[in-house]
């Protein structure tokens, strides 16, 4: 169950909400399996390196509970899967690294960066 849908259920949802309150699931099943699919390892299609490297940026010094926060926050705009996959990687990341997020820090990046140096190359090699 979703945040949106705890919140509408203690909110007193009635039954002739249900139908809204499907098709909202439906929607956001469907929107955590692209973003599951984008955790993936895969090449990364047009727009999806670029919007990891936006998410590191913009994460970079942040703490676990501004992560979090961020994460929710593009779920609820309806980010790209790539986006809120990444936002939840860091996410998750920081809840066991203790320290405001760098991606000098984060073993995940910094294999990212040594498996794209021993390809010679920046088009394949897995997400990201």
């Known amino acids: 169950m979703t945040y949106r849908n705890r919140a ?3 909110a007193g949802a009635t039954a002739s909400e249900a139908p809204a309150a499907s098709a909202e699931a ?3 099943a469907a929107s ?3 973003v599951e699919a984008a ?13 990891r490297d936006r998410v590191r940026a ?8 501004e992560a979090e926060a961020a994460l929710e926050a ?4 309806g980010a790209p899967p790539a986006a809120v996959a990444e936002w939840q990687r860091v996410e ?3 809840v066991d690294h203790g320290g405001p997020y760098a991606p000098e820090s984060d073993p995940y990046v910094q294999g990212q960066l040594t498996a794209r140096s ?10 990201g």
């Open 74 to 77: 593009a779920r609820t705009a």
């Open 32 to 34: 955590e399996a692209a």
């Open 58 to 65: 913009e994460a970079t010094g942040m703490t676990h509970h």
């Open 118 to 127: 021993h390809h010679g190359h920046h088009g394949h090699g897995g997400p």
């Open 39 to 51: 955790a993936e390892p895969h090449d990364p299609v047009p727009g999806e390196r670029a919007a």
């Open 26 to 28: 439906a929607f956001e």
């Open 92 to 94: 998750e990341h920081l």
């Open 8 to 10: 509408a259920e203690a």
